[in-house]
């Protein structure tokens, strides 16, 4: 399996990272997704780990690297499903995952990214009509 | 990774499968699912096996167990993502996957569980009010 797949639920992108992530998994997830939220004009993308015993630095990093580069796309990226153990291992380590919304669970973080994107279209016409 | 995620999404619980099943990983997806099926009295099962190449008479069986299991819990189950090349593999290997619904991807699978789940509510309380 050399592939993480990306489901797109209407303005949003999921994916639930749930294999060990080596260097070129790694890529091809960042290449696809790109790829896909370029071709859908997607506004969110959802990552959840809730499968994730383990964040190192080289996922911690990936992580950000996902989520600077969908912020250049015009879409907000969500972390999901964090278990208690790796946040604590992620502040030990130094990685705040600044820049990086987080949510308990994908219920909440899909409310997160709809409320963003409702503000975001607002900010954007804001001469809207009343009504 | 021992454990394949299920995340909940209102009614619906999604499930990705993305690496390659083994027995004991089957029984613990069997076991998680109708768990939280109880759990949150969820209605719809959505499978997305996109990134699966290959679907053995394995998977096979046990995506028709999971099904006839949700069933009984009363929940439906959708399979979405199939490649083409698994579609041709499954029925020549003699798996129609009956009793199974299938959908392109997960935006129609989820419409499709939507619009079961709304039948079945109309069809438990007929004499609704009208509106």
Chains 1, 2 share one sequence.
Do not use: W
């Amino acid at each position: 399996m050399d592939r993480i797949p990306i489901l797109k639920m209407g303005d949003c992108l999921l994916v639930t990272i749930q294999v060990d992530m080596h260097d070129q998994l790694a890529v091809s997830l960042q290449e696809d997704l790109t790829a896909q939220i370029a071709k859908y004009a997607s506004r969110g993308v959802l990552i959840d780990i809730s499968t994730l015993e383990i964040v190192d630095s080289f996922i911690g990093r990936m992580l950000a690297n996902i989520a600077a580069m969908s912020r250049v796309l015009d879409a907000q990226t969500v972390l999901t499903g964090m278990q208690p153990a790796v946040a604590i291992t992620l502040v030990e380590l130094g990685m705040s995952l600044s820049g990086i919304k987080t949510a308990l669970n994908v219920e909440r973080g899909m409310e997160l990214l709809r409320q963003y994107i409702q503000e975001e279209n607002e900010y954007r016409e804001p001469d809207g009509s009343e009504e």
